[in-house]
């Protein structure tokens, strides 16, 4: 796995009075609901929160609402939209998607990380309104890799795996927005989360990204 970004330096220790917003980004199919899963398997940090996002897509069997997603129709996706309730609204591979502004509140006024995995569009919009914003890009090792487990997820259908292969292409351009970019090596998804977590506990202890308003 590499990475990339400000070098680390002797530092105190982590402040849990210093919550961050935390942004994971990434092309579709390079892993991010399997690292997530494997960061909240990892446990030991109550002081992550992951925030649930909103989505006018439709739900896949494997998903629960309220915890993998809050799915609303188009019609309540913009009411919520218009109330100002989102942090950023964005059109992604066909849907709307967006991060509730309560969710990230609450969570950094408990002290906690917000962890958002939105995509590069949002990711955008929430550093120019948190500019602290920690921004984190996960990389596939090839973009073959990233085709074959679209194809192998079998979860879109023939035109949503085109759309999403085309707006792959797109999304890699925008890694250089990002802090820290980090590969996914295949099967090492255990690695790629432990590398997230380093990373987040090293910005945590400089101490200069604590988010104050969103
Ligand atoms: P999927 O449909 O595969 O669950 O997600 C498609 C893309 O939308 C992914 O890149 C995911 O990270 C992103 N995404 C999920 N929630 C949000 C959100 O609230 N806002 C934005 N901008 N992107 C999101």
Known sequence: MSAHGPGGRTA????????????????????KDTIIEALQKRGHRPDYH??????TRARRASEIDGVSYNFVTPTEFAALRDAGDLLEANEVHGNWYGTPRDGVRAALAGGQH???????????VVKACVPEALLIFVVPPSVETLVEHLKARRTESAEQLEIRQRN???????KDDYDFVVENQEG??????????EIIAQEERRGSRRAVTV
Do not use: F, H, W
């Open 12 to 31: 105190p220790e982590a402040d849990p009075a210093n919550p961050m917003l935390v942004i994971i980004s990434g092309p579709s199919g390079v892993g």
């Open 114 to 124: 917000a962890i958002l995995k939105i995509d590069v569009q949002g990711a955008r």
């Open 168 to 174: 792959a292409a797109i999304e890699l351009e925008r």
């Open 50 to 55: 992951y925030v649930v996002t909103c989505t």
């Open 188 to 197: 090492r998804v255990d690695a790629t989360a432990a590398r997230i977590e």
